[in-house]
């Protein structure tokens, strides 16, 4: 990967010490923020001068050289540009890459998906044309919205026929046709169907959680600190964040989606443990590539540097339908061992310093695994829109 650092490419370096010196001498702000000690070393939360950070792009290919504390450099390369997306080759070691596959299989990998209790609400018919009937492709993207399950026109048939609904077999579902219809068997023939075919659920991965600010293990930690040099966040930031080591095995996949939610004032942002009736909020992702797969999965961001997003349009393309549609996305990162990509979900608001808009490029998800098995984690870096509400947090970790 290094050997690509040629001529033609700029290389940028910065010394990170001194970053850290700028961004964290808040000490004389006391009465505004807050300072701790942790293993000798003094950290400084100031409410005026903290911010979120941005790393600069730059353009792409742009490498820029990260001198770590511990003596190491990583070599940062921009990727794209529209969503800003960073790699760092070698970001783990060997044997750190092998320790988190060995952590998770300890607290046990569970299947990824929950299904979704659409019932309970109804699901909504996607007649796109308004002709009062639903074609297959109609019927298709409404248990896509409504199950979160990606069908084919083969398998929609063979449900209308085992579950009677299409009477006249002309692959239209009429209003007469939808009085017999209730919600509730699909969900239970979709739910039956899906033990037969994981594959074509929307997420078919297994999965562990692990909590920074819970964990004693000595490797974790110095991972976190790695990170919080790089992407120049304090600690206890870092510490906030959730960590989830996923497995995909032969067909494993997810298709496109955001990591974060748009921001919605009257709904708060999901707590650990807590998601119902909040929304996702995530800064960051940081994605780590933990082994190297012998075929396919790729990382894909099926928007990157499209002019504009139309989400009609994208929808009847069925662009996040990465099962199938990998192969059409321009950027795709290989999962090497050791890498990481590095992305922003959400701008920074010039007003506030803080968490803004969500960036909607950043569209993404796993393409099929075609041969061996993938391994990655991601290292969500989560904050709020409101600032005083990460503060309030930092300031309960720090006095734990
Ligand atoms: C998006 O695409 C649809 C379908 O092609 C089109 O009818 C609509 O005008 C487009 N919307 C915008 C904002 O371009
Ligand atoms: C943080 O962001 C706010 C709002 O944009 C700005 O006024 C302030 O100067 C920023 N602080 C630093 C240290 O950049």
């Not at 190297?292 to 961001?301: I, L, P, Q, R």
């Not at 922003?344 to 803080?354: A, K, L, Q, R, V």
Request: glycine share 4%; aromatic share 10%; net charge negative.
């Amino acid at each position: 990967m290094l050997l690509k650092m040629s001529a033609q490419k700029k290389i940028c370096s910065f010394v990170f010490l001194l970053t850290i010196i700028l961004m964290f001498n808040a000490e004389e702000n006391e009465e505004d923020g807050f300072c701790y000690k942790k293993d000798g070393v003094s950290e400084c939360v100031s409410l005026q001068n903290f911010n979120l950070t941005r790393l600069d792009g730059g353009q792409v290919g742009d490498i820029t050289e990260i001198f770590l504390q511990d003596g190491k450099t990583l070599q940062m390369e921009t990727l794209n540009t529209r969503p800003l997306v960073f790699e760092i080759p070698d970001f783990l070691s060997d044997e750190e890459c092998e320790h988190f596959i060995n952590v998770a299989n300890n607290i046990g990998m569970k299947a990824s998906y929950t299904e979704r209790q659409t019932t309970q609400k109804g699901i909504s018919l996607m007649d796109i044309n308004s002709d009062k009937k639903l074609s297959l492709a109609e019927m298709k993207l409404t248990i896509e919205n409504g199950f979160d399950i990606y069908l084919e026109d083969e398998d929609v048939i063979e449900m209308y026929k085992l579950m009677k609904i299409d009477t006249n077999n002309d692959n239209f579902i009429t209003q007469a046709e939808m009085k017999d219809f209730s919600p509730q068997k699909m969900a239970n023939y979709l739910s039956d169907f899906l033990k037969e075919h994981p594959e074509k659920h929307s997420r078919y991965s297994k999965q562990a959680w692990l909590y920074p600010d819970q964990s004693t293990d000595e490797v974790f930690n110095l991972v976190q600190k790695r990170v919080s040099e790089v992407v120049q966040l304090p600690m206890s930031l870092i510490q906030l964040s959730d960590f989830q080591v996923v497995n995909y095995g032969i067909n494993g996949h997810y298709n496109a989606h955001l990591d974060s939610s748009h921001i919605r004032k009257e709904q708060q942002c999901c707590d650990r443990g807590r998601y119902s009736k909040c929304r996702i909020c995530r800064y960051m992702t940081i994605l780590f590539y933990l082994n190297d797969v012998d075929d396919g999965g790729e990382t894909a961001f099926p928007f990157a540097n499209k002019d504009s997003i139309n989400h009609t349009n994208s929808h009847l393309n069925r662009v996040q339908h990465l099962y199938k549609k990998c192969h059409e996305v321009d950027l795709r990162v290989p999962a090497e061992k050791r890498k990481a990509i590095i992305w922003y979900n959400h701008f920074i608001d010039e007003s506030t310093g803080w968490m803004g808009d969500i960036d909607e490029y950043t569209l993404h998800g796993g393409c099929p695994v075609k041969a061996g098995e993938k391994w990655i984690a991601n290292f969500w870096i989560k904050t709020n829109d409101e600032k005083s509400i990460d503060l309030d947090k930092i300031k309960n970790l720090l006095m734990k």
